[in-house]
């Protein structure tokens, strides 16, 4: 029989360490759910900690009457659909050839992308260029400037270097293309990584607001987090009807509207966690 392993000290602090992080990092999340569940009376008088007091769902319904919110939650589905394919497609097809140690100006190449890491045109050149392309107050506007992120390129770049150079010579002996290569073989064996770096994609355009908020002038056309921003600044305490009418404080509908705006990403990262951390360790085998 195996010897079991000792609790070390070291192991006990890790573990107290790690529940203290995890607290912290979690209890914004349960505090905005308790605060958008709770009564008036309680939230008013500071007393909704972890667990909601009372149970209230004036708030949702209210927030969910607001003809803002459904519409520009489907604004915000349709940009991160739209963008999250065209972000991997570019992705996939830029990352392909760099990985290529025999492309032609690879190296000048790689050298070019990750010196924009470090250095940009800066916010105004960037909307002249977006002007000029007639792409204000469209979706493109959102999508096309950020086609390609650097770190992911350079991640799914990694990944596929380190597939074995044997499955290329095979098919290329078969007699396959490039794009055959790349769609057929290299595309199915990059799951863990496209997995990863699409979650990254994701949240980037669920919680974008600033870009959506210099490009956009169509109030019908703003995505849910700049209707959320609009939200959180307007003076609702100064509405007559929302104390006497609905028994709603200000805080409830602010903690309502973000939890509405959470819950596409709690669904969707306990599917792609499994991938995440393998995506991201692969991806980093070699530069």
């Known amino acids: 029989m195996k010897d079991k392993k000792k609790i070390t000290m070291f192991d006990i602090v890790n573990t107290l360490i790690m529940l203290m992080v995890g607290i912290v990092m979690l209890y914004p999340v349960i505090y905005v759910v308790a605060v958008s569940f709770s009564d008036t009376i309680y939230i008013v008088q500071n007393k909704v900690t972890f667990f909601p007091k009372g149970f209230n769902l004036d708030a949702y319904k209210m927030i969910l009457q607001d003809s803002r919110i459904p519409r520009s939650y489907i604004n915000t589905i349709i940009y991160t659909t739209v963008g999250l394919v065209i972000n991997l497609l570019m992705t996939i097809l830029g990352a392909y050839p760099l990985s290529k140690k025999e492309f032609f100006g690879r190296k000048f ?91 990254f994609y994701f ?58 705006s959470m819950i596409p990403v709690l669904l969707l990262y306990p599917f792609a966690q499994k991938y995440f951390a393998k995506g991201i360790m692969l991806g980093s085998v070699k530069g």
């Not at 650097?150 to 596929?160: D, N, P, Q």
């Open 109 to 199: 190449f790689v050298t070019a992308i990750v010196i924009t890491m470090f250095f940009s045109g800066g916010m105004i050149p960037t909307y002249i260029v977006v002007q000029k392309l007639k792409l204000i107050d469209s979706m493109w506007a959102l999508i096309i400037p950020n086609a390609i992120w650097t770190t992911e390129l350079l991640i799914l770049k990694s990944f596929y270097e380190s597939i074995s150079p044997s499955l290329y010579e095979a098919a290329i002996v078969d007699g396959a293309s490039e794009y055959r290569i790349l769609f057929k073989i290299v595309v199915p064996l990059s799951k863990p990584a496209l997995a990863s770096i699409a979650l």
């Open 203 to 260: 949240m980037g355009h669920w919680n974008s607001y600033f870009i959506p908020f210099i490009y956009l002038n169509s109030t019908n056309k703003y995505p849910l987090q700049v209707v959320l921003r609009d939200m959180l600044i307007e003076n609702t305490a100064s509405n007559p009807n929302l104390m006497t009418v609905s028994q709603i404080t200000p805080e409830a509908m602010k903690n309502a509207t973000i939890f509405l």
